[in-house]
T-cell receptor, first 110, second 116 residues
């Protein structure tokens, strides 16, 4: 089983719509959680960290469910510029390594 | 404000050839990483260096070697390239003060390698 699994999508949504997707992780010792964004043929960049109580950054909301071992990302009022692949990233306790999911592709259409 | 710089950006190799991918960061980070990214597989860790002078295998180290030349530079070497090593390679750096600390990883622009 992969350490981090994501629905690859693609999620095709109109501008202004809300889109949400999850990521599951297998290691219960995981400590830190992140969402990275990757544009086509570009490097990944940090979108936001995910905190235990959930957190928002503008139109983006991240949630963590430790009991079920998943994190989620919700994008409100989608913009064309939100079209990208969103990578779920998990860091285990006592480990320097980041584990990446394969990514969820979101396409926002006009 | 360079961040993480990788060279080359593109490379085509013949099977059996060798090459070294270079990576340098100017953020004074302790930890550096090499990942490969293949369609549908996400980023997979090849090797990492938690700090200067140390290197460790990641998820897919076979066929690769690394050198942490100094705090700034972390190179990845393919001794005898194989078509299965066709991929996009990313170098990254971060500065976790303690293991597992919440810290951002910064990536280079990637190297697109094709082995024919």
């Amino acid at each position: 089983r992969k350490e981090v699994e994501q629905d690859p999508g693609p999620f095709n949504v109109p501008e202004g719509a809300t889109v949400a997707f999850n990521c599951t992780y297998s290691n219960s010792a995981s400590q830190s959680f992140f969402w990275y964004r990757q544009d086509c043929r570009k490097e990944p960049k940090l979108l936001m960290s995910v905190y235990s109580s959930g957190n928002e950054d503008g139109r983006f909301t991240a949630q963590l469910n430790r009991a079920s071992q998943y994190i989620s990302l919700l994008i409100r009022d989608s913009k064309l510029s939100d079209s990208a692949t969103y990578l779920c990233v998990v860091n285990c306790h006592n480990d320097y390594k980041l584990s990446f999911g394969a990514g969820t592709t979101v396409t926002v259409r006009a | 404000n360079a961040g993480v710089t990788q060279t080359p950006k593109f490379q085509v190799l013949k099977t059996g050839q060798s090459m070294t991918l270079q990576c340098a960061q100017d953020m004074n980070h302790n930890s550096m990483y090499w990942y490969r990214q293949d369609p549908g597989m996400g980023l997979r860790l090849i090797y990492y260096s938690a700090s200067e002078g140390t290197t460790d295998k990641g998820e897919v180290p076979n066929g690769y070697n690394v050198s942490r030349l100094n705090k700034r530079e972390f190179s990845l070497r393919l001794e005898s390239a194989a078509p299965s090593q066709t991929s996009v390679y990313f170098c990254a750096s971060s500065d976790p003060k303690v293991i597992g600390a919440r810290t951002e990883a910064f990536f280079g622009q990637g190297t697109r390698l094709t082995v024919v």
